[in-house]
Nanobody
Framework: QVQLVESGGGSVQAGGSLRLSCAVS????????MGWFRQTPGKERDGVST???????TYADSVKGRFTISQDNDKNTLNLLMNDLRTDDTGVYYC????????WGQGIQVTVSS
C-alpha cells in the first residue's frame, strides 16, 4: 500500500521561504514520475512541479526560478524548496504521482501573507 505524507508547510510572509517534504512508503520515488500539486478553494488541483523517472523536471510558469523540486532516493522523499513566496502561492500542497492516479498525501497548508 502506497502512502504519502507531506510535511513542512506553514505560514510565512511574502518573500519568505518554506521547504516541503513528502515521505513515500510502498513505492520508490526513483521509479515513478512524481510531483507537487496545489489546490485553492473552489479550484482544481494544479501541478506545481514534477520530476520524471529520468530526472526531467517541470515547473509551472508561476513558480519558475523560485521553486526547486528534488528527490532523495536514500530517504525515499520528494521535496520542494519554495523561495520568494508570494500571496498567490497560498494553498494546500499535495505530493502525488504525475498521472494523478493512485495515492495522494493528506495535503499540507501553505499560507503566504503580505
Amino acid at each position: 500500500q502506497v502512502q504519502l505524507v507531506e510535511s513542512g508547510g506553514g505560514s510565512v510572509q511574502a518573500g519568505g521561504s518554506l521547504r516541503l517534504s513528502c515521505a513515500v512508503s510502498g513505492a520508490a520515488v526513483s521509479r515513478w514520475c512524481m510531483g507537487w500539486f496545489r489546490q485553492t478553494p473552489g479550484k482544481e488541483r494544479d501541478g506545481v512541479s514534477t520530476i520524471s523517472r529520468g530526472g526531467t523536471i517541470t515547473y509551472a510558469d508561476s513558480v519558475k526560478g523560485r521553486f526547486t523540486i528534488s528527490q532523495d532516493n536514500d530517504k525515499n522523499t520528494l521535496n520542494l524548496l519554495m523561495n520568494d513566496l508570494r500571496t498567490d502561492d497560498t494553498g494546500v500542497y499535495y505530493c502525488g504521482f504525475c498521472s494523478g492516479a493512485g495515492a495522494w498525501g493528506q495535503g499540507i497548508q501553505v499560507t503566504v501573507s503580505s
